[in-house]
């Protein structure tokens, strides 16, 4: 048997070996079916439906245009599957060697970069849906950068930490029927209140300075301020007695 017959009797296998591993530019995806299906344009103008094989626990529908390898299983053209889908017009560049990213063709990005860094890169809303409890643990701080608001929701909010601190450029407003400090209350600026005050227990209310009434009393017990009569009065340089209700 010559080259020429080996040639020949070659062939057909070497045609079918070169048909196993295609390359084409996905048109069509159908998301819809256990395993998602694409519709390509392979080399030499053929056209072909294949499911998509995809790793476990990650799943993504491609962009029309974008670029695949098919395999032919068993060689057989009527059998091909896409293992692999890329799009060279939407991919993150200039990743350090080791970095991971997840990107959308939109611009949002998860990127794990190096030095332990993962940046977030969400264009409009994050949505996390927690079934049970969220834990966050940081070794630092956490920053919150909130351009309008920050609103929580909850039964109960709880804080625990050495000190508080809110500075506020305008104003801090609590809008409740009750508020209970357990401590002491410092008030470095004037106070305010307009439904009244109740002090009791302790020691007392203490004033240092001057205390000024406008358009009321001052009462102990029934003894005012305003009113009250002098018991025992004396005269000229005599000693009266004390307070008494009038």
């Not at 004033?207 to 009065?233: C, F, P, R, W, Y």
Request: with cysteine; hydrophobic share 40%.
């Amino acid at each position: 048997m010559g080259m020429r017959d080996i040639v020949r009797l070659l062939a057909p296998v070497w045609r079918r070996l070169r048909l196993i591993v295609s390359r084409g530019v996905v048109r069509l995806s159908d998301d819809g079916r256990k395993l998602q299906v694409v519709q390509m344009d392979l080399l030499a103008g053929e056209t072909a439906a294949m499911e998509r094989f995809q790793q476990y626990g990650f799943t993504c529908r491609p962009l029309d245009g974008a670029e695949a390898i098919a395999l032919a299983v068993g060689g057989s053209r009527g059998h091909l599957v896409a293992i692999a889908v890329d799009d060279r017009r939407h991919r993150m560049k200039n990743l350090q060697n080791g970095e991971v990213a997840l990107y959308t063709d939109e611009g949002d990005y998860i990127h794990m970069k190096r030095g332990r860094i993962v940046k977030v890169n969400v264009g409009q809303d994050l949505e996390v849906v927690v079934g049970n409890n969220a834990n966050v643990t940081a070794g630092g701080s956490v920053n919150v950068d909130a351009a309008t608001k920050i609103a929580a929701t909850a039964p109960q909010i709880t804080g625990q930490c050495a000190t508080a601190v809110v500075t506020a450029t305008a104003s801090v407003t609590l809008d409740t029927p009750q508020v209970t400090i357990t401590g002491a209350l410092t008030v470095q600026g004037a106070i305010t209140g307009q439904g009244g005050m109740a002090i009791s227990g302790g020691t007392g209310a203490s004033v240092e300075g001057d205390m000024q009434i406008n358009n009321g009393d001052v009462k102990a017990d029934t003894i005012s301020l305003k009113t009250h009569l002098t018991s025992g009065v004396q005269p000229g340089t005599g000693k009266s007695g004390g307070p008494v209700a009038s």
